[in-house]
């Protein structure tokens, strides 16, 4: 059975800082995509940042220099550095996997930049 289990969130003021990370359970880990999305209220859901099998990275324009993605193969586990929060920031978090055609989600965590 495949999970991705996200953590981290939380609440934080305005330029404050948060690391979410993204437990996967069910896959060949080091071979899958991984990506982290986001959905704010009464908006779609969007690409934040991805990280490739081979350590590729790339970032919505709205959190570069912002946010970092990064992947630990040996702990299964993904990350995202999330640096100088701001209100516009807030949103459900969720990680995302992908090999070929195979993909899978994990339930989000939310994350509430507010003073």
């Known amino acids: 059975q495949v999970q991705l289990v996200e953590s981290g969130g939380g609440l934080v003021h305005p330029g404050g800082s948060l690391r979410l990370s993204c437990a996967a359970s069910?896959?060949?880990?080091?071979?899958?995509?991984m990506n982290w999305y986001r959905q704010a209220p009464g908006k779609q859901r969007e690409l934040v940042a991805g990280?490739?099998?081979?350590?590729?990275?790339n970032y919505a324009d709205s959190v570069k220099g912002r946010f970092t993605i990064s992947r630990d193969n040996a702990k299964n586990t993904g990350y995202l550095q999330m640096n100088s929060l701001k209100p516009e920031d807030t949103a459900v978090y969720y990680c995302?996997?992908?090999?070929?055609?195979?993909?899978?989600w994990g339930r989000g965590t939310l994350v509430t930049v507010t003073s």
């Open positions: 069910g896959i060949i880990f080091s071979i899958n995509a």
């Open positions: 995302n996997t992908r090999f070929i055609r195979e993909e899978h």
């Open positions: 990280i490739t099998s081979g350590g590729n990275t």
